[in-house]
């Protein structure tokens, strides 16, 4: 059994002790989860999506007679597998039979390309990859063709819709799976990090922190059997998934609508047919959604609670949710390798508005420090650390950036520059980590960094965000050039590399030299205060 196993950086014993005798970490996993919602919930719908709906015994059901499929094919506890969907109920059911198995998911998106697709496989071993046949006019075999020829490890594609020479993830569904399971200590699934460093890191989350994540963003955002959450953002992103999302959903028998996509298109008529009661996006997102709500003709009037978060929501858009879509707004703050903050329904109006809420665990530890972590007082901005039950100690397999991103007593370094209020509200003013917040999506900027300096054109390159209206940020790129060179040529290479597009600078600069810190590092906040000086050409 590869179990937990060395690669995973574990609680201190004495720690996860204590979480277990508070009842933080319950000792359930996630199959035991919605097996116990089936029990409970058997003909509630669980999950609709645009072409089916699974109740609660279905998709119970569904689940266990597919892990019986991914076990004849070899799949085994502990084995890490791809799982690349759109937004369709299929995903859950792959999830939850993989975790049924203790198979591991490792929860990539769908803008993924081969260079993405081909450092995950690697970092973590990968033997399956589960894909859909198409999707935005994209055929996901013949990338995971590719990705195969150069991950020895990969063994299958398992292909959702026409196989096309792959195995039929139809064809995997059996009797109901009786062979042994993961234990609550496990590794469940592996997330993405929005990532600072060149290489993605992984992000180990077991069956125990997962299931508390989920029950713990319950108490901040209550839901029931007669709730009805829309997953409208990507399904494998750990807002959807976890905050309480999908799963969060499932924990309490309430319903779960999967939408194709963010748009107002989609969205709205959703709301309406299903009577949506929780909705939750990312500011960008948001924004599209109070600009059409107030010429829809779709009745809104469903929606409770609009959760917001993956990025710093202004307060000025913060404060049209109530008179625009008639429901409460709730910040979250949170992050894939666990924290996370969210303001209350009872919160005063300006907490609400202008402060990304509290953390949402009483065991959750936060420290605002400075550059030499110490700590600052209440008001003055500083670095967030955290450690908790459902915050990580470590990254997947990746001993040495540990020793950076924790601190010697297990903090998690956020990257993230807070201010505490006396209250316990943080809100988030800048950040520390090299990455570009594009509309929630994370791009980590030594990533492109790295590969642009492989261009025989480009003599250094530094990626950094311009602040955008809508976007939050867009990525731009600063490139010293070594030989005559386009813009245009530098995205090519950057797509022909096989990166996924949300990662392409949305602007190459050519310069001829870059500022300098005293200690010769690239500046770059000198960087980012001339993109966002820049006038939009
Ligand atoms: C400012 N920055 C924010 C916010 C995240 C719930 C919600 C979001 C995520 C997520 C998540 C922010 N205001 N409200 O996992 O469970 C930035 C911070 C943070 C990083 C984490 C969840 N909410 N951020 O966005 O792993 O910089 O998780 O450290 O993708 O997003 O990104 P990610």
Request: overall charge negative; hydrophobic content about 40%.
């Amino acid at each position: 059994l590869t179990d937990a196993g060395p690669d995973f950086s574990p609680w201190p014993d004495e720690v996860a002790a204590r979480y277990r005798a508070a009842g933080y970490w319950a000792g359930v996993t996630l199959g035991q989860v919605l097996a116990d919602s089936a029990r409970r919930h058997g003909d509630r719908p669980a999950v609709v999506d645009a072409v089916r709906t699974w109740t609660y015994r279905q998709l119970d059901h569904d689940a266990s007679r597919l892990a019986t499929g991914f076990a004849r094919l070899g799949i085994g506890r502990g084995d890490r597998v791809l799982v690349q969907m759109p937004n369709v109920g299929e995903f859950v059911v792959i999830c939850f039979a993989l975790f049924r198995i203790g198979a591991v998911p490792v929860l990539t998106q769908p803008a993924h390309r081969t260079y993405e697709l081909v450092r995950l496989c690697e970092q973590s071993g990968a033997v399956a990859h589960v894909v859909a046949d198409r999707h935005a006019e994209f055929d996901y075999r013949a990338l995971s063709a590719q990705v195969a020829e150069s991950c020895p490890s990969l063994r299958s594609t398992i292909v959702h819709g026409d196989p096309g020479g792959h195995v039929a993830l139809a064809d995997l569904y059996a009797d109901p799976y009786r062979g042994p399971g993961p234990e609550a200590g496990d590794v469940a699934l592996l997330q993405l990090s929005g990532g600072s460093s060149a290489v993605p890191k992984l992000i180990p989350r077991t069956h125990d922190d997962y299931a508390y994540n989920a029950r713990a963003s319950l108490d901040a955002c209550p839901l029931g059997p007669g709730d009805v959450y829309l997953a409208a953002l990507p399904v494998a992103h750990n807002f959807t998934l976890c905050a309480p999302g999908i799963l969060g959903a499932l924990t309490v028998g309430a319903t779960v609508v999967v939408s194709p996509s963010p748009s107002v298109e989609k969205v709205f008529p959703l709301i309406e047919r299903h009577r949506v009661t929780v909705a939750a996006a990312v500011p960008a997102v948001a924004l599209r959604w109070l600009d059409a709500a107030d010429s829809t003709t779709c009745d809104l009037s469903s929606l409770r609670v609009m959760q917001v978060g993956g990025a710093r929501l202004k307060p000025s858009a913060a404060r049209r949710v109530r008179p625009t879509l008639g429901c409460t707004l709730q910040q979250v703050f949170g992050m894939a390798e666990g924290l996370i903050c969210y303001t209350r329904p009872d919160d005063p109006d300006e907490i609400v508005v202008e402060t990304q809420g509290v953390p949402m665990s009483p065991a959750d530890e936060i420290r605002v420090v400075d550059d030499d972590d110490r700590p600052v007082p209440d008001g003055t901005p500083g670095h967030l650390l955290t450690r908790g039950p459902y915050t990580i100690r470590g990254y997947y397999r990746a001993a040495e950036y540990n020793r950076k991103a924790f601190t010697a007593d297990g903090f998690y370094r956020t990257g993230d520059v807070v201010r505490r209020l006396p209250s316990g509200h943080l809100v988030v003013v800048d950040r520390a980590k090299d990455i570009v917040n594009r509309g929630g999506t994370k791009v980590a900027c030594e990533e492109i960094e790295e590969i642009l300096m492989n261009h025989p054109g480009v003599h250094n390159a530094a990626v950094v965000g311009k602040p955008d209206d809508v976007l939050g940020e867009r990525v731009w790129a600063f490139v010293i050039p070594q030989a005559p060179l386009e813009r245009g040529d530098l995205a090519d290479y950057l797509h022909e590399r096989g990166v996924a597009a949300y990662k392409v600078p949305d602007r190459f600069e050519l310069v001829q030299e870059f500022p300098f810190t005293a200690v010769g590092k690239v500046d770059k906040l000198a960087l980012r205060q001339r993109a966002a000086q820049e006038e939009e050409r």
